[in-house]
């Protein structure tokens, strides 16, 4: 019995043994495969480049958007207080209620006026703020400014010691920006510092409440999420650090496996052995996804607390910020802008955390519980109101940025600033124009009134079947574009055309340029060439007005025709151009010599100068009707090209983006070696006959409703233009300008057709009270004269006859004072009266 006893004992033992061993060996195998396993994935840890966690320009791992602004803003004598007040409220600066109380910080200003709007009397008080610009040092830094007012004007400026000042500026205004066009992401990087204790506070409690006292993993987290898992019986979740989110998002993405996971705990470890607990929480806060906001991503708690709340992070309240901290863990579920009753739960969970860590008070927290939620709707921002009323010149300067070479890779991703020419304050007043004067169109039609159409589900096409319009407006000395209206409405709602109204009428795109006929308003460049030395016509050279046919090419008759059907008889070059007089024009071009390609000489030097003044169209020299602007044109051609008529006979290439800096502020664009284009195309005092013929088409031609007191615009600075319109009515133009700023306008139809004969209007009537308006409230500074330039005589000439006044004999209404060049001036004296 003992025996068998001990032989059941032995065994026992061996099967102890036995299992022992097998149990040692899988452990030791476990062991080993973890250890390899783990080894392997800190290896890869190992690996990655550290240096994605630091912001530096070469770090792709920071996308930042790139941001449009307008041009700086220059504020001078005789400017308007209606301008300057809507500009500072555009810009967000606070208006002190006493203005007695002076101003005190940055961003503020004071009124103190009586009288009526336009007329006011008094001053404004304006402390402005420092800003960055390309290029200006001085004219940037913060400073008082006192401002006496005239009649409603800008009288005098005095700095805060009392100094005269001509002018001073005001920082650009942001209209627009551009992000990855496939995710639409947006991030504007900002340092802890910046970042107020309450917003750090709120991601703490609520994502990693131990934060500052774990390595980087959570063990106590770790152990109780394992604990809930076993006892649900499912996967841990809700461990994650704020390292280990900072983790994921830049180097691992959010794979559900084991070996993320434990890559993700071992990096997290090492990049906490590198960098601080602040350096940490300041790449989070930055990187961090935060939701969209229309068709925005937003990283980072500045781009959020711009989108959402349109303020600097470091002004957010204390239910502000604990709101920032409530979307990570599920940014539609918990966004303030499609779920905020689930956001408004969230964030008063953390509110709790914030007051159980005791970083609120009581107070504190039962106050913010009860705030609603309160976040900018996404399609009524004060940036996508720019937008829509910039839509077309915005895109424009997109398409400019991506064929710069300099630029090609860093459109998206570098946080460049891009520094346009725009003056949003007239591009408002060009909008407003454009829209108020097409509606009063639309009475003269039986079309349903166009704002309710645009919004109907079963409108019209507003697109197809309504009057379009374009207008740009240059500086004519830089070439910089102020204004650009490329349609009626960028934004449509119409379901029948729904989206984005984005054919830009003033330049077109690449393949298709918006050229449509200017019909009148090119008889200046005509007129121009013909007067180009050796000249050959004059100021005193006399026209006939009266039936004319041509045989221009063997077995081809061309008969123009005048608009008003009337023949005037002999005519001047002034009274062409002030009644907009077809025959003559077309006779004057046509009655030259011929070249030796048997063209007139006429035709030819129109077609010359149009190609110098930037004109791309083709033009025949066989066809005499160019000579009446039968041919297309872009209305950004034309306009610049009145520009050589106001400044001296040079044009100035036209320019959309003046600067454009990297996240620093450093200028990048244009090259130091650019030089814009300028060109001297007419002799100054070419320049300046035309200017004084087309002055006489707004006193007492064809443009006078700008100035008359029988219309509303009743513009006093001195300006000059011209009237366009096509056969049938299918075009109507108004091209004109002042010392400082030149603007066309284009009105018709997109399909080129009898559009505005359904209206009974010519350029007079559908063009010129846009351009108008548009100039009397968009205009600013002094009023000044054209300047005579040297080498120009006046004379009066009976503008019968041609020849110098015979006093006391040619009846007064035939007389003009005319601008010869002093080469020119005739000699002989009228003797038919």
């Known amino acids: 019995m003992k025996h068998i006893l001990k032989i059941i004992l032995q065994v026992f033992l061996s099967i102890i043994f036995t299992c022992i061993l097998v149990v040692f060996l899988i452990v030791c195998f476990g062991i080993g495969v973890a250890g390899g396993f783990t080894l392997g994935c800190w290896e890869d840890v190992v690996a990655l480049d550290m240096e994605k966690l630091k912001y530096t320009e070469d770090t792709k791992t920071w996308r930042q958007h790139t941001e449009i602004y307008s041009s700086v803003c220059e504020v001078q004598r005789k400017d308007t207080t209606r301008f300057l007040i809507d500009k500072l409220q555009r810009l967000d600066y606070e208006m002190k209620e006493s203005a007695d109380s002076g101003v005190s910080a940055q961003g503020q200003y004071s009124i103190n006026l009586t009288g009526t709007q336009g007329k006011q009397n008094g001053s404004i008080q304006v402390f402005l703020r420092e800003f960055k610009y390309p290029n200006m040092d001085e004219e940037t830094k913060a400073k008082r400014v006192n401002l006496t007012i005239k009649e409603g004007k800008i009288e005098f400026i005095q700095d805060g010691a009392g100094n005269r000042l001509r002018k001073f500026f005001l920082e650009p205004e942001l209209i627009d920006e551009f992000a ?56 841990p979740e809700g461990t994650s650090t704020l390292t280990q989110q900072l983790t994921r998002n830049i180097y691992l993405g959010d794979d559900s496996t084991i070996v993320r996971k434990v890559r993700e705990m071992l990096l997290s470890f090492r990049i906490e052995k590198q960098l601080s607990k602040s350096q940490i929480l300041e790449g989070y806060l930055n990187f961090i996804d935060l939701g969209r906001f229309g068709s925005q991503t937003l990283y980072g708690v500045q781009k959020a607390s711009k989108a959402y709340f349109d303020k600097e992070v470091s002004e957010l309240e204390i239910d502000e910020c604990a709101l920032l901290a409530a979307i990570p863990k599920a940014t539609t579920g918990y966004s303030p802008i499609t779920n905020p009753e689930n956001a408004k739960k969230r964030r008063n969970v953390i509110l709790n955390a914030m007051h159980k860590n005791g970083w609120i008070t009581p107070q504190e927290y039962l106050l913010n519980r009860k705030k609603p939620i309160a976040v900018q709707s996404s399609t009524n921002t004060l940036l996508r109101q720019r937008y829509y009323t910039a839509g077309h010149f915005i895109d424009y300067i997109q398409s400019l940025l991506k064929d710069i070479p300099e630029l090609e890779n860093s459109i998206y991703k570098e946080g460049l600033k891009v520094y346009t020419t725009i003056d949003m304050s007239m591009q408002f007043v060009a909008m407003k124009a454009v829209e108020n004067h097409l509606l009063q169109l639309d009475k003269s039609t039986r079309l349903p009134n166009y704002i309710t159409n645009k ?166 020299p066989a066809k005499p009707a160019l000579t009446l602007g039968a041919f297309g ?18 044009i100035a290439e036209p320019v959309f983006i003046q600067y454009v800096t990297d996240a620093k502020g450093t200028p990048i664009y244009p090259l130091p070696s650019y030089q814009q284009k300028r060109t001297q195309v007419l ?146 004296i009228c003797d038919r009266h």
């Open 180 to 235: 990855d066009t496939d995710t639409g992401s947006t991030r504007t990087i900002i340092p802890l510092v910046e970042m107020p204790e309450n917003l750090v506070n709120a991601f703490i409690a609520i994502e990693d409440h131990r934060f500052y006292q774990h390595f980087g993993i959570d063990v106590i987290r770790l152990i109780g999420a394992m604990r809930d898992a076993l006892l649900r019986r499912s996967v």
């Open 455 to 620: 919004d109907n589900p079963k409108g019209i096409d507003p697109i197809r079947n309504y009057l379009q319009a374009g207008l740009i407006s240059i500086d004519p000395k830089t070439g910089h574009v102020k204004a650009m209206v490329g349609g009626r409405d960028y934004f449509i709602t119409n379901k029948r055309k729904p989206g984005i109204n984005s054919f830009n009428r003033t330049i077109g795109t690449k393949s298709q340029p918006s050229r449509r006929q200017p019909g009148s308003a090119f008889k200046p460049i005509v007129f121009a060439a013909l007067l180009q030395e050796p000249s050959l016509i004059s100021p005193a050279s006399i026209f006939v007005d009266e039936p004319w046919e041509i045989e221009h090419v063997i077995g081809q008759k061309w008969k123009p025709r005048n608009y008003s059907m009337i023949f005037k008889g002999p005519v001047s070059l002034r009274n062409i151009l002030k009644r907009s007089i077809n025959i003559p024009t077309a006779k004057a071009a046509w009655n030259t010599p011929d070249t030796t390609d048997g063209y007139k000489e006429g035709i030819v030097r129109t077609i010359e100068l149009s190609k110098k003044m930037g004109i791309k169209t083709p033009m025949d």
């Open 633 to 650: 044109m872009t209305i950004l051609e034309l306009t610049s090209a009145y520009g050589a008529f106001v400044n001296r006979g040079i």
């Open 683 to 828: 002799d100054e005092r070419i320049a300046y006959q035309i200017t004084s013929f087309l002055e006489s088409v707004i006193n007492a031609g064809t443009g006078i409703r700008a100035i008359s007191t029988d219309h509303p615009y009743q513009i006093t600075r001195p300006i000059a233009g011209k009237t366009g319109t096509t056969n049938e009515n299918v075009d109507a133009w108004f091209v004109g300008y002042s010392t400082d700023l030149v603007t066309g306008v284009w009105v018709g139809l997109d399909k080129q057709r009898r559009g505005l004969r359904n209206y009974n209007e010519e350029g007079a009537k559908a063009a010129l009270p846009i351009w108008a308006r548009f100039m009397k409230d968009a205009s600013r500074g002094p009023e000044k004269p054209f300047p005579v330039p040297e080498g120009i005589e006046f004379w009066e000439i009976d503008n019968t006859t041609g020849l110098l006044k015979n006093k006391d004999k040619c009846p007064p209404e035939n007389i003009s004072m005319e601008p010869f060049l002093v080469e020119q001036v005739p000699s002989k």
